[in-house]
């Protein structure tokens, strides 16, 4: 599975659009771009995924650059609840391999 | 309503005394997973199964086992934990339907403290 970088933290003020970004210049055509986030010790919870359109769904938007090697996860509103490590992960036929994430600190 | 759960929640026990934490998903997904997570290494996964009566070991196996002789159902067994076996474990499951289309349920989580 291709590799993802993502910056260790970020901060965001409520209300606020969130845009989380990731690389993943390793990317082969048939892996998926996928974002997870974890609130505190919960378990993670999916967020979206995509191929090489971009994706919204009632959480976030996802926007993946034309040559696949990069992505942008968008909170449109961000609330202090979206307080949180976010992971963007790339796979195919594997399983998901989580990294190290971003944590993002919504900010009143 | 669809869940994945772990039981127990929290757990402190002693070095050697065998355990077992139980996972158990409603969704009739094919794949389910073990994760642990420690502070400053992330989640990494322990064992997976694509289904009943298939497991593959993850990155950091040594030490567990697994078994899945259902599809709702799959344990996670520490035969002889040891205190660097303290951790928060995650179980997970989600459906394989589709190349790269599924959406993973985690579960609530186990602490486990060993002593």
């Known amino acids: 599975d291709a590799k993802t970088t993502q910056p260790p933290s970020m901060d965001c003020a409520e209300g606020r659009a969130a845009n989380l970004p990731c690389n993943h210049s390793?990317?082969?055509?048939?892996?998926?771009v996928y974002w997870y986030r974890q609130i505190h010790s919960q378990g993670p919870q999916y967020i979206i995924h995509?191929?090489?359109n971009n994706e919204t769904n009632e959480m976030a938007s996802l926007i993946i650059t034309e040559d696949r090697k990069s992505s942008t996860l968008i909170l449109p509103h961000a609330t202090l609840r979206d307080t949180a490590v976010y992971y963007c992960i790339v796979r195919g036929n594997t399983p998901l391999v989580f990294g190290k994430g971003t944590r993002l600190s919504v900010i009143a | 309503e669809a869940q994945v759960t772990q039981n127990p929640r929290y757990l402190i026990t002693v070095t050697g005394k065998k355990l077992t934490v139980t996972c158990s998903q409603n969704m009739n997904h094919e794949y389910m997973s073990w994760y642990r997570q420690d502070p400053g290494l992330g989640l990494r996964q322990i064992y997976y199964?694509?289904?009943?009566?298939?497991?593959d070991k993850g990155d950091v196996p040594e030490g567990y086992k697994v078994s899945r002789k259902e599809k709702r159902n799959f344990p996670l067994i520490l035969e002889s934990p040891s205190p660097n076996q303290t951790s928060l474990y995650f179980c997970?499951?989600?459906?394989?339907?589709?190349?790269?289309?599924?959406?993973?349920?985690f579960g609530p989580g186990t602490r486990l403290t060993v002593t």
């Open positions: 390793t990317i082969s055509g048939n892996e998926y």
């Open positions: 997970a499951s989600s459906s394989l339907a589709g190349e790269g289309v599924d959406e993973q349920y």
């Open positions: 995509g191929l090489k």
């Open positions: 199964s694509m289904n009943v009566e298939v497991t």
